[in-house]
């Protein structure tokens, strides 16, 4: 294993998209950035970044995602727009992986047998899983010799006690099947424990934080002693709080009643993962935030509805989580809502002074991350910080090369 590691090249394989980043690790400099989309579909497009500067985007061919890689490759390389000149200057590559079960506690390198434990996971993800296993053997072929390390989404979740991550059913169905709560974007709720320990200034393992991350997909975490505690994903993306078109928590006799009224499980499945939460409720045909908000503006009740179920959700969980860690540092907010929409994020904050929030609203509508989002004298505070997943699988993949030199 190479003890020199300069430059680390980021992959997200998604199921028809290829996201990556290439940083040089030694002050975390991100050389490039971009995204093969629609991969597999006939018509798939390229974006591309260098550093800072402006993004350039075409149509490309990727019929599959090694041919997403040898695309990404060419571009990091291209004499003209590259940032590097040849490709043996990539000394390690980190993949997001969606699911480590109870086998991935920490991020792992990828060899023949950590790989086929992870191919042992796809039930977990069917999705998402193989084309991240594609990533990775692609980059084995293309990249001979160079380091893979897997990230898990559910790894820094992992520190849940059982009586947090496991469901009170028969025991059975868990020893059998893994049916427990593992959690999700759980390299984004690590980076921002990280972030927001140092923006407080105290020691990782003594800051206690409700963790927000508010996108498309949203999940909470309580932090306790910079460990989850607990967290609102559970043995899919699909519970806790109301997404962009994931319903969230629900009854399961909801779902036991759609079987009998004649649906199938992968009806329900895509009814309750891919038609609900904004989408379903807000009646605009849009489970953008922005689109909810401006509608809900503009008297449409549908998204009234749908914009007061998110929030009424989401306080509920900052209220629990924060009885759960002891009275909580601060709430920290994240992703594109948390970072962007100060209008969701008013609705939220505004009921939280029972916990010793003392809300700035006008900190609220105009400042951007990093920032306190409370007034000096509040007892909690409330931060918004921007995440980077992809830096934060940069670190570990670094943790991982580099340990034992």
Not at 200 to 224: F, M, Q, R
């Amino acid at each position: 294993m190479p003890c020199h590691i300069d430059t680390i090249l980021v992959l997200n394989a998604g199921s028809s998209s290829l996201k990556f980043t290439l940083y040089k690790i030694q002050g975390e400099q991100r050389l490039a950035n971009g995204v093969v989309e629609r991969i597999a579909s006939g018509s798939a497009n390229m974006v591309y970044r260098r550093g800072d500067g402006p993004k350039t985007e075409k149509p490309v061919i990727a019929r599959n995602h090694s041919d997403a890689i040898q695309l990404v490759c060419e571009a990091l390389t291209n004499p003209e727009t590259g940032v590097i000149k040849t490709l043996r200057e990539i000394d390690a590559i980190g993949h997001r992986i969606l699911h480590g079960a109870e086998i991935f506690r920490e991020a792992t390198l990828m060899t023949e047998e950590t790989l086929s434990k992870v191919r042992e996971l796809v039930p977990f993800g069917p999705l998402h899983m193989p084309a991240n296993i594609g990533g990775i053997e692609a980059c084995q072929t293309i990249f001979p010799g160079v380091p893979n390390v897997g990230v898990f989404d559910t790894a820094f979740h992992q520190t849940m006690p059982d009586y947090a991550s496991h469901y009170a059913i028969p025991e059975i169905y868990y020893q059998k099947y893994g049916f427990r709560k593992y959690g999700f974007h759980g390299t984004s709720h690590h980076f921002i424990t990280d972030a927001a320990a140092e923006f407080l200034g105290k020691p990782v393992d003594e800051v206690n934080l409700v963790t927000c991350h508010l996108g498309n997909g949203s999940s909470l975490a309580a932090i306790k002693n910079g460990k989850v505690l607990d967290t609102t994903m559970g043995l899919t993306p699909l519970a806790g709080v109301v997404m962009g078109t994931r319903s969230g928590d629900i009854d399961p006799a909801v779902v036991l009643e759609l079987v009998r009224k004649g649906m199938t499980a992968d009806e329900i499945d895509n009814l309750l993962n891919k038609q609900s939460g904004l989408l379903g409720v807000g009646g605009i045909n849009s489970n953008d935030m922005r689109d909810i908000v401006e509608h809900a503006a503009a008297g449409y009740h549908g998204a009234q509805l749908a914009l007061q179920m998110w929030a009424h959700r989401i306080v509920q969980y900052i209220g629990a989580y924060y009885t759960l860690v002891g009275g909580a540092d601060a709430i920290v907010l994240t992703g594109g809502i948390g970072e962007n929409s100060w209008q969701a994020r008013d609705l939220v904050l505004s009921r939280l002074a029972c916990l010793g929030v003392d809300y700035d609203s006008e900190a609220n509508r105009t400042l951007r991350g990093p920032c306190y989002l409370t007034k000096p004298e509040s007892k909690t505070k409330v931060m918004v910080l921007p995440t980077d997943e992809e830096l934060m699988i940069a670190r570990e993949t670094y943790k991982v090369v580099t340990q034992g030199c």
